[in-house]
């Protein structure tokens, strides 16, 4: 079993309390708040990940485009059983993310804590929670 994370961080703690002999990968990959395209920043991950459960935790799944990214990340890395665990969702995002995963092949689960209304124009979720990194470290207002 390997959590990945992308930027959950912050839902690292819970996860390894429900699977505390996992292994835990890092996949940081970030939203160009301009094209909305996703980029790798960071990664520690094996070479191989055939045969493994991966789980991605992901606070946020707004467009879904960087969440489907991780999942052909892993996916080019061998991954053949995916589970994506978000706290919030817009449906917009879903069901890009879908349109996208789909052709990759590899058998993914979605759990989703709460699906908010929609996206905005410039793809933040609505109402949405406001940056996830910021309530993790105590930098919302």
Known sequence: ???ILRAGLGM????????????VGFLGMMRNEETLE???????????LSGRQ??????MLATGGTLASAIKF????GADDITCICLLAAPEGIEH?????DPIGVPTTLVVAQIDERLNS???IVPGLGDAGDRLYGLAQ
Not at 12 to 23: K, S
Not at 54 to 59: A, G, I, K, S, T
Not at 74 to 77: G, H, P
């Open 12 to 23: 690292l703690d819970g996860m390894l309390r429900m699977l505390p002999t996992a292994e």
């Open 97 to 101: 993310m879908r349109t996208l995963v």
């Open 74 to 77: 892993l996916a080019d890395r």
């Open 1 to 3: 079993v390997v959590p």
């Open 54 to 59: 991966c789980y991605v935790l992901d606070p």
């Open 122 to 124: 410039q793809g933040y």
């Open 38 to 48: 996703a980029s790798t920043y960071a990664e520690r991950l094996p070479d191989d």
